[in-house]
């Protein structure tokens, strides 16, 4: 430490299959580590797939549920049944 342009110890990787000084169970638990980080990394990375995914599904439904109400809302053939209806209703 201290040195300029040197990385410190707790820094550097190492390869766990080639360094001398560890014994099998550190070789094995350093492994296990890496597998757990792994993991982790891997649901981050679906959980925001995950999210933009049930957003669109989402906006796609909304959308769906907009148009219905708008075109319903546009279509005048039940005011013509009830104006025929009417006017069966005065001719009678």
Not at 61 to 68: D, V
């Amino acid at each position: 430490p201290g040195e300029p342009g040197r990385e410190a110890a707790f820094a550097q990787r190492i390869d766990p299959a080639r360094e001398p000084g560890l014994s099998p169970q550190q070789r094995q638990l350093m492994a296990q580590v890496e597998r757990a980080q792994r993991q982790r990394a891997l649901q981050r990375r679906l959980r925001g797939r995950n999210t933009l995914l049930a957003l669109g599904i989402g906006a796609v439904a909304l959308g769906i549920y907009g148009y219905t109400f708008y075109s319903v809302s546009q279509e005048g053939f039940l005011d013509e049944l009830e104006q025929e209806a009417a006017a069966a209703r005065a001719r009678a």
